[in-house]
DNA sequence: TTGTAGGCGTTATCAT
DNA sequence: ATGATAACGCCTACAA
């Protein structure tokens, strides 16, 4: 049981010496051991395992300026993050594309406006050699603090910069294609028969929200007026928006909620009412959450996007810059390349 | 918009000749000034904010060998992540406790077996000063592993060895008084009255689920045989087991669920077998998971445990061996001080 | 193919 | 109170 000498772990320095070599032949085994003698190689690696050493990361980075880190900033204040796997999911994602080029995850959480300084600072530290950051809200100050440092970043999401300024200058984004599937939704619904079809919004300071209305607005333009209430994506806030929608329209005979959490709700309240679901009151989601949509009673027709796969588009996105990247270029200051993903529409017994 | 020349940020070296100082007085201003003339400490502060100086961390880590950051281990290769709210509500708690530490989160996922070697590297190669690790499994390696690098280390929930070998030694960790919580809660189904009381398992080889069954065990030896199926903390886990134990004995009038989420599978199979709750069969959780237990239907009756609590236990545990801890040893080779937080039974509808 | 030597940006020790 | 200067552990020209 030789405990290496608690506190103090061995160096290259230590591992040359053991090997009877110099450290540069030391440190390139480290590296790969091109263009050392397999014999060299050899001793080198035998004095790896026999001393136990492992890099220091710290030396190893001053002088590559390379940490093998990449930063995933979470900016939800609310609860939200506990309860709505999306989070996990994408995390999940990322963490195992990260994983696979050899890259660790920092996990940056927001919790108030005042964590942005601390954020900056870390970024600016060279902690880190890229960024993924998603559920920005309108007037996020993120993107800018990422451009303004030039830190290498992909966010998930559409950002939502106050439009007008040119501010979104080749900004990389995953998001998913939340009008084009908010529109499937809708005209399933129509095609379906119903004619008054309400819609439960997400936060609307949130693009994805923005842009699943719009989709919504979309499909409806001919069909007939647009009724909506705006909820927070939470189950309670989509009963509250249920319970407002009922209140202003008595007739409702169909509701596309922003998220499957809102649309769990909705069903809550729809019971409660009296009216059956899809029965009197057909019902879509959005995300297909994993537990929730299936689990739900009945089992919601939703819209799925392929979460865990955006997570990995962030980070395979990321990598690329970071690495074969056009160019070394700091600023990642390439063609702008949104990636929109597909969404598909998943049948089950709410509509 | 004066960019700081991309790709090379300003060194301590920049800041000190801008402000007409030494390196060394530059220094001690950005770690807090003490002993430099006012006048100094504000040329050089000046200094600092007009080239955007932030300290090098890789070069700062070098020579004081700490880094600021801490790991959080996840070893939970199946999809628990996703769905069981458990998980954030313990990084959430831990990530807090950090943050006022001015203390870095470095996420590590494991999936399977393999990762531990990369996971060992990562330790040992000097990344984070200290581990949380939680959701071990019987004879998981971690435990060995933060042990033989002496990496001062953290566990969520009583790690289990093996018994017998004395790998337990000074090991600190935190978790909920399962077993006492169970205990409460299979005494309060008996008190209501209940005579057939059935217990759905957590998967045996996590220290919560066996401890929560001996809880079982201790409550009911008295009253009656035992009557236990294994899930796996999942809803269709806890939809199996029911479904079992119905099989084995029809006459069940309770049953306690080793976490909600299985709770919520067991309701289901329980209503379709024509049998209501808790009327014919009173039902009991355990968790107070965030929006599972509250929006069950009926609402279930479960055993609060305080997670995200737990959660900042753990961290701040850590962060005094970290600093102040009784000494600088590196093993942190102190007393061992599992700490044992309390739960409490929530009354709902479900018993 | 191998070794020598310089430097990455900080902190810390020692004079001054 | 301030300033040289030597580490910290590693990589990488460059020289041999």
Redesign the pocket.
């Known amino acids: 049981m030789t405990e290496p000498s608690p506190g ?9 010496e053991h090997a ?9 085994v ?2 790969g051991g091109d ?3 397999a ?3 050899d001793r080198v690696r035998t004095a790896i395992r026999e001393l136990g ?8 980075t ?4 390379r940490t093998g880190a990449v930063a995933v900033i979470i900016a939800e204040p609310e609860i939200r993050i506990f309860s709505d796997p999306f989070f996990s999911r994408q995390v999940r994602g990322i963490a195992k594309e990260l994983t696979a080029h050899d890259t660790q995850l920092v996990l940056l959480l927001v919790e108030d406006r005042g964590d942005y300084d601390r954020i900056e600072r870390y970024l600016a530290g060279g902690h880190v050699d890229g960024a993924l950051a998603f559920s920005l809200h309108t007037d996020d100050p993120l993107p800018a603090i990422t451009r303004r440092i030039g830190m290498p970043t992909v966010f998930g999401g559409r950002p939502g910069w106050t439009t007008g300024t040119g501010e979104g200058e080749g900004v990389a984004y995953v998001d998913a294609d939340n009008r084009g599937g908010a529109r499937e939704a809708v005209r399933y619904l129509l095609a379906q028969g119903r004619r008054r079809i309400a819609h439960i919004a997400g936060p609307l300071d949130q693009t994805s929200a923005a842009d699943r209305l719009s989709g919504y607005r979309d499909a409806l333009a001919a069909a007939g007026p647009e009724l909506f209430a705006e909820g927070d994506f939470t189950p309670a806030g989509g009963a509250r928006a249920m319970a407002e929608l009922l209140d202003r329209d008595a007739g409702i005979d169909a509701v596309f909620a922003g998220n499957d959490l809102m649309a769990t709700g909705a069903l809550r309240v729809l019971r409660e009412s009296g009216r059956t679901v899809p029965g009197d009151v057909a019902l879509v989601g959005f995300d297909d959450a994993e537990p929730v949509a299936e689990s739900a009673d009945p089992p919601l027709t939703t819209v799925r996007q392929d979460i865990e796969g955006m997570g990995r588009l962030m980070a395979r996105l990321l990598m690329g810059r970071l690495n074969g990247g056009p160019d070394g270029a700091p600023h990642g200051r390439t063609t702008p390349d949104p990636v929109i993903t597909a969404t598909a529409l998943v049948r089950r017994a709410s509509a």
Chains 1, 2 share one sequence.
């Open positions: 103090s772990r061995p160096t290259l320095e230590a591992v040359a009877g070599v110099s450290r540069a032949t030391a440190s390139r480290v590296n263009g050392v003698r014999h060299l190689v050493y492992v890099p220091n990361h710290a030396a190893r001053l002088v590559t300026r």
